[in-house]
C-alpha cells in the first residue's frame, strides 16, 4: 500500500472558522510533511515531523497549527485563516531521512482550501 | 543555496513526438535529484529519482532522466509522449541527512493530437 489519503477533498471556510486536515499513511514512514500549493506554483514546504516530532517549521503563520497525533496521521489545524491562504494543501510521506540520502516522498491528493 | 531551476515554463509537443524537459541543480555536494508529476487538481507521483551510480535512469511511464554533473543538469525525456503524460512536472533537489526538499518551478507540458 502506497497511498496517502487526506481528507476533505475541498474544503470552504470563513475567516472566523476552526477546521482541520487530516492525512494519513500506512506504509511505515516515520517523516510526514504539510506542503501548500497556490495555482501554477511548485509546492512549498510548511511543516515536517520526524518520528512524530516537529523538526522543520519554515516560519509559518501560527493560523495553521500541525499535530502528529501517531506515527499513521498527520492533522493540520487551521483558525482565523485569511483569503490569501487559500490554496491547494499536500500531505506527503517517506521514510526517516535523518541518517543518510532522502527518500522518495509520496503525496496524497491534496485538499482544496477556499477562505471566504 | 541549495536549488533547482526549470528554464521552461511551458512545453507544447504533438503526440507521439519526443519530449525533453530540462531541470538545472545549484548544490556543492552530491545532489539528490527527483522528477514528479502532478496531473491538474492532483497530488505529486514520483517518476524517477537520482542518487548516484548510473546515470541514466529509468522511470516509470516510459520517462528517463540523465545526470550530467558537467553541465549540472537532470533533464527528462520521453521518446514517444501520449496525450496522458499533459501535467505539470517538477523537477526537485533532496540533501543528505535532511528531510526538507526543494521544488523547481514547474514546467507545464501540453499535448497536441
Known amino acids: 500500500d502506497t497511498e496517502v489519503t487526506q481528507t476533505p477533498k475541498h474544503l470552504v471556510m470563513g475567516m472566523t472558522n476552526k477546521k482541520s486536515l487530516k492525512c494519513e499513511q500506512h506504509m511505515g514512514h516515520r517523516a510526514m510533511y504539510w506542503y501548500k500549493q497556490k495555482a501554477k506554483k511548485p509546492p512549498e514546504l510548511m511543516f515536517v515531523y520526524s518520528y512524530e516530532k516537529l523538526s522543520i517549521n519554515e516560519s509559518v503563520p501560527s493560523r495553521f497549527s500541525p499535530e502528529c497525533p501517531n506515527s499513521s496521521l498527520l492533522n493540520l489545524h487551521l483558525h482565523a485563516l485569511q483569503p490569501e491562504d487559500s490554496a491547494l494543501y499536500l500531505c506527503?510521506?517517506?521514510?526517516?531521512?535523518?541518517?543518510?540520502?532522502?527518500?522518495?516522498?509520496?503525496f496524497g491528493p491534496g485538499t482544496r482550501l477556499t477562505v471566504t | 543555496a541549495q536549488s533547482v531551476t526549470q528554464p521552461d515554463i511551458h512545453i507544447t509537443v504533438s503526440e507521439g513526438a519526443s519530449l525533453e524537459l530540462r531541470c538545472n541543480y545549484s548544490?556543492?555536494?552530491?545532489?539528490?535529484l527527483f522528477w514528479y508529476v502532478q496531473s491538474p487538481g492532483q497530488g505529486l507521483q514520483l517518476l524517477l529519482k537520482?542518487?548516484?551510480?548510473?546515470?541514466l535512469v529509468q522511470g516509470i511511464k516510459g520517462f528517463e532522466a540523465e545526470f550530467k554533473r558537467s553541465q549540472s543538469s537532470f533533464n527528462l525525456r520521453k521518446p514517444s509522449v501520449h496525450w496522458s503524460d499533459a501535467a505539470e512536472y517538477f523537477c526537485?533537489?533532496?540533501?543528505?541527512?535532511?528531510?526538507?526538499?526543494?521544488f523547481g518551478a514547474g514546467t507545464r507540458l501540453t499535448v497536441k493530437p
Open positions: 506527503a510521506s517517506s521514510q526517516e531521512s535523518g541518517q543518510g540520502v532522502p527518500y522518495e516522498q509520496y
Open positions: 548544490y556543492g555536494a552530491t545532489p539528490y
Open positions: 537520482y542518487f548516484s551510480g548510473d546515470t
Open positions: 526537485a533537489v533532496g540533501f543528505y541527512n535532511n528531510n526538507d526538499m526543494r
